[in-house]
């Protein structure tokens, strides 16, 4: 007989009763449970991505150094970020810490960690280079306290003449202590500053450092923020160069703030202030005055004076009612030589315009000697003062030293300016304080007064070279200068002589509106800021950067002062190692209680 094997049935055959158990798990399914504990383990240990810094020298006591000027703004999300990570690496391990803030200096002192952070998460960039020769004192003090220690120095990179002292300073220390270092960033700056004005334009100086040519927006404001110009423009580092805005002199009186858009600095930004705006001055002379010898004129050196600063509106030949006329100008000022007011309706107008806000600047002559009216300052004398007449000295008199409440404060006066000749006052009580200039023998020389909301100013000489050669000086468009820049409202005239009070008040300015080290204007005033007690003023932390005064007149102090120099840090000759600024930061995985109530922390001061 045949057999026939069925397939299904050799299939089935075929198949092992019992399956076959491996002796190990494959290797896959190995490394795959490896790889979950190792994650476990490493998660529970707090892991920390911690990058080679300064601060891993030593476990010495370590002071950090921390520059907040302008120059620091454009990357000081980076500068804060990488003094945490030090400061991290400090508690990590267990190093104590002290700071030192440069435009903050005080008395360096060990601190906690926690409130090393805290301190360092709500500074701001300032408005103003820190002043590095305030900052010796303290250091030196905290080396004696502390015999061996580290220094890291979160550098500007860019500052004033005295950056240079203070690197060779840290240089001294660290041929001593071989424990300083220094962190720089490469950030570009851009700097506008000298800010004048003309006939045409407002002009300043432009200048970038370290900067690849990029497009930039340079605008400029009014003081509601409202755009009056705008220019697209490509700046590289390259030379200073001259920077002009040529609009009309309506619109650019109302021009408050120049700044580039796109850069987050207050190097960046020009203040404009009632000295840099060109006022409208009406012009009118004594009838005497020889239209063909100008140099003889009244009117020559006063016209010259006010050149570059204001714009001048004169007379026309013919012209019936020349006072009307200037006033219907809607001047800011309103100059006479040695005129005569007597038309009423003139007296009235004029009257009218100083009440109203404006200044009459008079100055004498032989006509007003003889016929004094009444809007004057001060209360004259019928008869002048002439070398070799009856009322006369040996020798031509000099200027006396200007008093602190006069406007031309701190005006340099020249040996060689004389007066032969002068209308006196009569010696009321409080004429000392409506003079704002004086002869050496106590006699006034300029007197003002307020009426109304604007005021009256008397020179007690000609505007030409017959009674005196101080029209002939720099001294006078210095004078004119000030007195054109001047708001009648800012000047307070006691009349009671007893009251001791220091005049100087009267320059004394309030902070109106601050910059900050990016540029904008703070919400807030500090309460260390002081008022401005001279225009000479530069931006400080006492007087940051921004507006003082009052509504009616401001002074604008500058990121960067007039023919201020910024220079660069120079530490080539030394051996301090330098670090780049970058954005190696520690990163920290941990969960923990105090992690979290950092990250809360910094959420709520951002």
């Given at each position: 007989?045949?057999?026939?094997?069925?397939?299904?049935?050799?299939?089935?055959?075929?198949?092992?009763?019992?399956?076959?158990?491996?002796?190990?798990?494959?290797?896959?399914?190995?490394?795959?449970?490896?790889?979950?504990?190792?994650?476990?383990?490493?998660?529970?240990?707090?892991?920390?991505?911690?990058?080679?810094?300064?601060?891993?020298?030593?476990?010495?006591?370590?002071?950090?150094?921390v520059d907040d000027g302008w120059a620091a703004s454009n990357d000081w999300d980076i500068r804060i970020k990488k003094v945490e990570t030090i400061i991290h690496e400090l508690r990590n391990n267990n190093t104590p810490v002290a700071l030192l803030i440069s435009n903050e200096p005080k008395n360096i002192s060990l601190i906690e960690h926690n409130e090393a952070l805290e301190i360092i998460r709500s500074l701001k960039p300032k408005s103003y280079i820190p002043n590095y020769t305030e900052l010796t004192a303290p250091i030196q003090k905290f080396i004696q306290e502390h015999s061996n220690i580290n220094i890291i120095w979160i550098s500007e990179k860019y500052g004033h003449a005295d950056i240079a002292d203070f690197v060779n300073f840290l240089s001294d220390l660290n041929k001593q202590f071989q424990n300083i270092s220094i962190f720089i960033s490469s950030n570009p700056i851009i700097t506008l500053s000298n800010p004048t004005s003309s006939q045409q334009s407002i002009n300043f100086m432009l200048k970038a450092y370290n900067l690849t040519k990029s497009s930039y927006s340079l605008i400029a404001n009014d003081q509601l923020d409202q755009t009056i110009y705008k220019k697209d423009m490509i700046i590289g580092s390259e030379?200073?160069?001259?920077?002009?805005?040529?609009?009309?002199?309506?619109?650019?009186?109302?021009?408050?703030?120049?700044?580039?858009?796109?850069?987050?600095?207050?190097?960046?930004?020009?203040?404009?202030?009632?000295?840099?705006?060109?006022?409208r001055v009406g012009l009118y002379g004594s009838l005497k005055d020889d239209q063909s010898q100008p140099l003889l004129s009244s009117l020559h050196y006063?016209?010259?004076?006010?050149?570059?600063?204001?714009?001048?509106?004169?007379?026309?030949?013919?012209?019936?009612?020349?006072?009307?006329?200037?006033?219907?100008?809607?001047?800011?000022?309103?100059?006479?030589?040695?005129?005569?007011?007597?038309?009423?309706?003139?007296?009235?107008?004029?009257?009218?315009?100083?009440?109203?806000?404006?200044?009459?600047?008079?100055?004498?002559?032989?006509?007003?000697?003889?016929?004094?009216?009444?809007?004057?300052?001060v209360r004259l004398r019928h008869s002048g003062r002439v070398l070799g007449g009856a009322l006369s000295w040996q020798t031509p008199k000099a200027i006396k030293d200007f008093d602190r409440s006069s406007p031309f404060f701190q005006l340099s006066i020249p040996q060689d300016v004389t007066i032969n000749k002068q209308i006196l006052a009569e010696p009321d009580v409080g004429l000392n304080f409506k003079t704002w200039a004086s002869l050496d023998d106590g006699t006034p020389l300029i007197t003002a007064n307020k009426f109304g909301r604007g005021m009256i100013i008397l020179f007690h000489i000609t505007a030409d070279n017959g009674w005196s050669n101080l029209p002939m000086s720099g001294l006078f468009v210095s004078m004119m200068e000030r007195i054109v820049a001047l708001s009648p409202e800012a000047f307070v005239v006691k009349e009671d002589e007893t009251n001791q009070d220091n005049v100087s008040q009267n320059i004394s300015m309030k902070p109106i509106k601050l910059l900050d080290g990016y540029g904008r204007f703070m919400d807030k005033i500090p309460d260390t800021?002081?008022?401005?007690?001279?225009?000479?003023?530069?931006?400080?932390?006492?007087?940051?950067?921004?507006?003082?005064g009052d509504a009616t007149l401001k002074h604008a102090i500058q990121p960067i002062s007039h023919h201020e120099k910024i220079e660069e840090i120079n530490i080539s000759s030394n051996d301090i190692p330098i670090f780049a600024l970058n954005n190696d930061m520690e990163i920290d995985l941990r969960r923990s209680e105090e992690h979290t109530s950092e990250l809360q922390s910094r959420e709520t001061i951002s």
């Open positions: 007989r045949v057999l026939f094997r069925s397939p299904p049935v050799h299939l089935l055959q075929s198949i092992a009763l019992i399956e076959p158990k491996p002796f190990r798990s494959p290797w896959w399914i190995l490394l795959l449970r490896l790889l979950i504990a190792t994650l476990i383990i490493t998660a529970m240990a707090g892991p920390q991505w911690r990058p080679v810094s300064a601060a891993s020298l030593n476990k010495n006591e370590t002071l950090v150094i030379n200073e160069q001259s920077i002009d805005i040529a609009l009309p002199l309506e619109l650019r009186n109302q021009i408050s703030v120049i700044k580039l858009a796109n850069d987050h600095s207050a190097s960046s930004v020009i203040l404009l202030d009632d000295h840099a705006h060109i006022k006063i016209d010259k004076a006010l050149l570059k600063f204001a714009s001048v509106s004169h007379v026309r030949p013919g012209d019936n009612d020349p006072i009307k006329t200037l006033l219907n100008e809607k001047p800011s000022i309103l100059i006479l030589s040695d005129v005569i007011i007597s038309n009423e309706e003139d007296k009235k107008n004029i009257e009218t315009f100083v009440e109203n806000g404006g200044v009459l600047v008079r100055f004498a002559g032989p006509l007003t000697a003889k016929n004094i009216d009444d809007l004057v300052p800021v002081l008022a401005l007690g001279s225009t000479l003023a530069v931006s400080s932390r006492h007087n940051p950067a921004g507006f003082y």
